[in-house]
């Protein structure tokens, strides 16, 4: 363990009576080795981890721990009480205390090294050991694994027993052995195919708790010795701050049964489902890992399995609780605008196939209920054009209901809701949209923070938060913030109309930039939000589709440029590169930026930026010749319904050419890559975030 731990961060004499004192008596000795910077700002961190969720263990441990800005180095303290500590363990005091300090940007060698203490402290020998050395320095040695529990025992003078605290919740056999790097675990006794040739119960588990550094890695070392005297195999993803490495599908597909031992939200979770499930906090993790393995074993054998889940919120996706406010936003958006677009393509391409058969009239058309002849196209015309109006009365909504989803879970779904619809009764729109979204999530949080009878919990899901919580965004939206945000949005709106010759251009051209930075990405997502609001109404103005043509104009010129350059200068490309763009004139003619990926991930200094100024050409030029499109997406498949197509393709045409000639331009300028070097692991990793639509980073 390095020398994050010495004699002189070690207490075996300490004296004080309550886990505050405790944690300043050992952080005092931090502060004297420079090791902390500021007392009071460490132990406010402190005392924030510990209001999260009590940090005393069962088998007498307390582990307080932070991530801190006032920590200079990852530092570990030990004391150990005579009379005792509470940190809140269920089987009482504690009596071995850890602090551990962790700077805000720890590395991952030193949150592994945190992890195996955490680890450590679920073995029996080594929690004796502690209590049975007398001497500072034998401490520090043993908790960095400079000693072994049996050397430093005996060491200890004659007689020596553990004191009260000793009970351990796992036993811990020597003859079993843990795989902590892989997560993987074997028992040459009881793991192994019995006699009879049945094989053993499997169980995959993720831990995970909020700061990552302690309670994820007991969890896991609790389990795994539980399943060890079992006789089950347990396998463990610790989804920690030092990173995760993904349970391999095939050792998930084996697997009779699944345990969630988490106290933030699990990565990838869908991952599981269709097996027997437990899920339950960290702790019970810790403290009660027979029981869960019980438990989830009697779901087996009562055929008992999770349902099949939808793909995660951001939160859930990303599980990263150290994440800033600025990234956690930018994902509750992403997730509204995620679900947001599907409605956006299928309204409005109805719409748009609706004025193609139709004509431009077929907005006045009356209801189809009342009026619909089978063999008329004007009827068809009227009918697409109707339910793409109805596909469209349900953007807003979808964008503030999922923006709360994203913040809160289902619970947010309600009020997120009832704020879009009302957002579109008072003509506040998109914006509205985006406020009431964040507002419901706002509030179904404050609302759950709320500490309530135990008897009422069960009907707060279904009843008490979307009550509340639909009342409050409704009358914050009605009476509070709906008129100015209307107002702002009928100022954006009046803008967008107003716009004309050189300022026209130059939001096209910006537009352009956007789409063509990360192919995508959330900048990318956010140009086309942008566009696709315009016209999610049943008559947009011309304004909004001049800047629908010119967003997916830009958008279709990276796939399009890589294509061609792999067809003019094939030898500046790997052979994989010169296959990625046959795919890439599909991808492209269809508007799917992500085409370009395998080549931006590639070489991102050569081909993001020439991608972007082919991108502002082609959003410019397309603004310049008045280019129009009532369709959100569709690509070159929707040219018929594009005002101006000859000169709209001129503008792509333009665009891809610039684009293709600077990334000839720039790849001509360094030396060439032997044939076939570059590919591989690469492009397969980046082929499989272009099927998931995932962005990647450059």
Not at 215 to 229: K, Q
Not at 454 to 477: N, T
């Amino acid at each position: 363990m390095s020398e994050m731990i010495t004699a002189d961060l070690v207490d075996l004499d300490l004296s004080a009576e309550t886990k505050e004192a405790a944690a300043r008596a050992l952080a005092e000795r931090m502060v004297t080795l420079g090791r902390v910077t500021d007392l009071e700002g460490f132990l406010a961190d402190v005392a924030a981890r510990e209001a999260q969720m009590p940090t005393g263990l069962d088998g007498g441990i307390g582990i307080p721990h932070c991530r801190s800005e006032h920590v200079t180095e990852p530092t570990l303290g030990f004391g150990r009480s005579a009379a005792g500590i509470d940190f809140g363990a269920p089987d009482g005091p504690a009596d071995l205390i850890f602090l551990i300090a962790a700077p805000a940007g720890a590395d991952d060698a030193h949150l592994t090294i945190l992890s195996s203490l955490a680890r450590q402290l679920m073995n029996a020998e080594f929690t004796s050991a502690l209590r049975a050395v007398d001497d500072a320095a034998a401490a520090a040695a043993l908790i960095r694994g400079d000693e072994s529990p049996a050397a430093a025992a005996s060491t200890a003078p004659e007689g020596t027993e553990p004191t009260d605290g000793s009970k351990d919740s796992v036993a811990v056999s020597a003859a079993a052995s843990a795989d902590t790097a892989t997560g993987t675990t074997t028992d040459t006794t009881t793991a192994d195919t019995g006699a009879s040739g049945e094989r053993p119960f499997r169980i995959v588990a993720v831990t995970s708790c909020p700061t990552g550094i302690a309670h994820t890695y007991m969890a896991a070392e609790s389990l795994e010795n539980a399943g060890r005297e079992a006789g089950v195999e347990v396998v463990v993803e610790t989804q920690g701050s030092a990173g995760f490495t993904r349970l391999d599908p095939a050792v998930i597909a084996a697997a009779d049964g699944v345990i969630f031992a988490h106290d933030v939200p699990v990565r990838d979770k869908d991952r599981f489902a269709g097996k027997p499930t437990v899920d339950v906090g960290v702790k019970a993790g810790i403290n009660k890992p027979a029981e869960l393995i019980t438990e989830v074993r009697g779901k087996a054998a009562r055929g008992e399995v999770s349902a099949g889940s939808a793909p995660g919120t951001p939160v859930e996706r990303s599980g990263d609780s150290t994440e800033g406010y600025g990234t956690k936003l930018r994902k509750w958006l992403m997730s509204g605008v995620s679900y947001m677009v599907p409605f956006v393509a299928a309204g409005g391409l109805l719409i748009a196939l609706g004025f193609a058969i139709g004509g431009y009239t077929v907005n006045k058309a009356p209801s189809v209920m009342d009026h619909f002849m089978w063999l008329q196209a004007d009827s068809w015309g009227a009918l697409f054009f109707q339910i793409g109006v109805v596909s469209f009365g349900f953007l807003v909504p979808v964008l503030a209901g999922y923006i709360a989803y994203g913040m809160a879970d289902r619970p947010g779904l309600v009020p997120g809701f009832v704020g879009g619809a009302i957002s579109l009764t008072i003509n506040a729109g998109f914006l509205g949209g985006l406020a009431a979204g964040l507002i419901a999530g706002g509030v179904v949080i404050g609302i759950q923070k709320v500490k309530i009878p135990a008897s009422l919990r069960g009907i707060m899901p279904v009843v008490v938060i979307p009550l509340i919580s639909a009342a409050i965004v409704g009358f914050l939206m009605f009476v509070v913030i709906g008129k100015p945000i209307a107002s702002a949005q009928k100022g954006m709106t009046d803008w967008l109309n107003g716009l004309t010759g050189t300022n026209a251009v130059l939001l096209g051209a910006l537009l352009g930039l956007m789409m063509c930075f990360d192919l995508g990405g959330p900048v990318n997502k956010v140009a086309y939000t942008f566009a696709t609001a315009g016209i999610a109404v049943a008559s947009p103005s011309d304004s909004a589709m001049k800047i629908m043509a010119a967003v997916m104009a830009a958008g279709m010129v990276p796939p399009l440029a890589m294509a061609l350059a792999t067809t003019v200068r094939g030898k500046l490309f790997t052979q994989t590169e010169r296959e990625n763009g046959k795919a890439a004139w599909v991808l492209g003619a269809s508007f799917i930026s992500e085409g370009a990926i395998p080549f931006a991930a590639a070489d991102p200094l050569r081909v993001i930026p020439s991608a972007m100024v082919g991108g502002a050409v082609t959003g410019s030029l397309s603004m310049a010749f008045g280019a129009t499109l009532r369709a959100p997406h569709g690509g070159i498949f929707v040219v018929p319904l594009i005002g101006n197509p000859f000169l709209y393709l001129i503008a792509i045409a333009a665009g891809v050419c610039v684009t293709t000639a600077l990334v000839v331009v720039l790849k001509g300028m360094r030396k060439q890559a032997p044939e076939g070097t570059g590919a591989g692991v690469a492009d397969t990793a980046i082929a499989a975030k272009v099927d998931s639509k995932e962005p990647v980073a450059a």
